[in-house]
Nanobody
Framework: QVHLVESGGGLVQAGGSLRLSCTAS????????MGWYRQAPGKQRELVAG???????NYADSVKGRFTISRDNVLNMVYLQMNSLKPEDTAVYYC????????????WGQGTQVTVSS
């Protein structure tokens, strides 16, 4: 059973920064790829950043150069450093195992709200 807890969201002005954290359990964390996703009102959830167990990363074009995903395989945590935030980054942010996220019946945490004011 996957269990995910996200934190670190908040209200920030455009150009500001936030660091999101996620504690994950229910899988063999160190070998599983993890991702940060976001869902804005009226839109589908999208993958914004992913990281393999070995630390290789990939990013959505909309966040490249501004967001950085990282992980700590000892603490079973994944992070998202978000810089130069824009109003269009406003969304609820979720983390998940990449495999779990592709399961239509997969488990998700409660997410953390990020609001960027202009």
């Amino acid at each position: 059973q996957v269990h995910l807890v996200e934190s670190g969201g908040g209200l920030v002005q455009a150009g500001g920064s936030l660091r999101l954290s996620c504690t994950a359990s229910g899988g063999i964390f160190s070998i599983n790829a993890m991702g940060w996703y976001r869902q804005a009102p009226g839109k589908q959830r999208e993958l914004v950043a992913g990281i393999t167990g070995g630390g290789r990363t990939n990013y959505a074009d909309s966040v490249k150069g501004r967001f950085t995903i990282s992980r700590d395989n000892v603490l079973n945590m994944v992070y998202l450093q978000m810089n130069s935030l824009k109003p269009e980054d406003t969304a609820v942010y979720y983390c998940n195992f990449i495999l779990e996220a592709t399961n239509p019946n997969g488990s998700w945490g409660q997410g953390t709200q990020v609001t960027v004011s202009s």
